[in-house]
T-cell receptor, first 113, second 115 residues
Framework: AQSVTQLGSHVSVSEGALVLLRCNYS??????LFWYVQYPNQGLQLLLK??????LVKGINGFEAEFKKSETSFHLTKPSAHMSDAAEYFC???????????FGIGTKLQVIP | DAGVTQSPTHLIKTRGQQVTLRCSPK?????VSWYQQALGQGPQFIFQ???????QRGNFPDRFSGHQFPNYSSELNVNALLLGDSALYLC??????????????FGQGTRLTVV
């Protein structure tokens, strides 16, 4: 079964600093990978998705992620953190077929002024 | 476009009771999935409905059941509530069930508290 592992349940960065949230996947077949963001008391919003078309995926709000097969990674980055980026971020994978999405445990991003 | 809408937003129930949560999918979507998100955890897949049938199910007991109506809206029912059922319940909608790029749109969830 496909799964994802998020490294670091909490990440703190200074405003303006690089954001790097780590995700590794486990899959026997090329996976579909996603990053979702969840603001407090909100549902999930899709940031970006990888579907094998391009290894560097650009998403909303200035985020991007790079699919690295050799490292089985799909890390999320943003060059400069804003206060509004403070939220919880979930890496997820799709097992295909019936669109069941399997989520990681989440990483809470804190942005320090 | 109203997106995915869920009702109610908050709910408090007593242990042993039954609860029904509702979801209206995004316009044009025909598939509804339900997820349970316990505090501090990632969402866990409960089940998915397409063409009014349960198509796939996660590791949840039979106390969790659902239904999809002809207009694609869906209900999640939980019987014999336990304290451990307290969670945010998320509904996601999408189009079709084939393999491919899956963009699931999520609602804001129903916060269920069992006391």
């Amino acid at each position: 079964a496909q799964s994802v592992t998020q490294l670091g349940s909490h990440v703190s960065v200074s405003e303006g600093a690089l954001v790097l949230l780590r995700c590794n996947y486990s899959s026997s077949v090329p996976p579909y990978l996603f990053w979702y963001v969840q603001y407090p008391n909100q549902g999930l919003q899709l940031l970006l998705k990888y579907t094998s078309a391009a290894t560097l995926v650009k998403g909303i709000n200035g985020f991007e992620a790079e699919f690295k097969k050799s490292e089985t990674s799909f890390h999320l980055t943003k060059p400069s953190a804003h206060m509004s980026d403070a939220a919880e971020y979930f890496c997820a994978t799709n097992s295909g077929g019936y669109q069941k999405v399997t989520f990681g445990i989440g990483t809470k991003l804190q942005v320090i002024p | 476009d109203a997106g995915v809408t869920q009702s109610p937003t908050h709910l408090i129930k007593t242990r042993g009771q039954q609860v029904t949560l509702r979801c209206s999918p995004k316009s044009g979507h025909d598939t509804v999935s339900w997820y349970q998100q316990a505090l501090g955890q990632g969402p866990q897949f409960i089940f998915q409905y397409y063409e009014e049938e349960e198509r796939q199910r996660g590791n949840f007991p039979d106390r969790f059941s659902g239904h999809q109506f002809p207009n694609y809206s869906s209900e999640l029912n939980v019987n014999a509530l336990l304290l451990g059922d307290s969670a945010l319940y998320l509904c996601a909608s999408s189009l079709g069930t084939g393999v491919g790029s899956t963009e699931a749109f999520f609602g804001q969830g129903t916060r269920l508290t069992v006391v």
